[in-house]
């Protein structure tokens, strides 16, 4: 099992920044790539970002790129957001999920086993 805790959310003004965390314990040795979703109210949950464990090649979707970065500490076990140029349409709860494959797609959430609690993130306008 891999456990993940997510912290760093918060309410920002339209234009600012804030930095997500996703630390991971247990037996993170299996986990291959890590992956950033959100999901607001009324919506599906949306993919955001991946990072594979080795490696780190990293992927986005198209609503937040050139804005997010998705980088990782693995001496720390510990994933991170770092998200530029915010807007009132990225207002979600933010998730940090693992999976133990590689060619886990962030359009695909259902194929990532282990899932945080979530974090709160409020843009407002």
């Known amino acids: 099992q891999v456990q993940l805790v997510e912290s760093g959310g918060g309410s920002v003004q339209a234009g600012g920044s804030l930095r997500l965390s996703c630390a991971a314990s247990?037996?993170?040795?299996?986990?291959?790539?890590m992956a950033w979703f959100r999901q607001a109210p009324g919506k599906e949950r949306e993919g955001v970002a991946r990072?594979?464990?080795?490696?780190?090649?990293?992927t986005y979707a198209d609503s937040v790129k050139g804005r997010f970065t998705i980088s990782q500490d693995n001496a720390k076990n510990t994933v991170y957001l770092q998200m530029n140029s915010l807007k009132p349409e990225d207002t979600a709860v933010y998730y940090c999920?693992?999976?133990?494959?590689?060619?886990?797609?962030?359009?695909?959430?259902?194929?990532?086993?282990?899932w945080g609690q979530g974090t709160q993130v409020t843009v407002s306008s």
């Open positions: 990072i594979n464990t080795i490696g780190s090649a990293t």
């Open positions: 999920a693992a999976g133990t494959r590689w060619d886990l797609d962030i359009r695909r959430p259902h194929e990532f086993a282990y």
């Open positions: 247990g037996n993170t040795a299996r986990t291959r790539a």
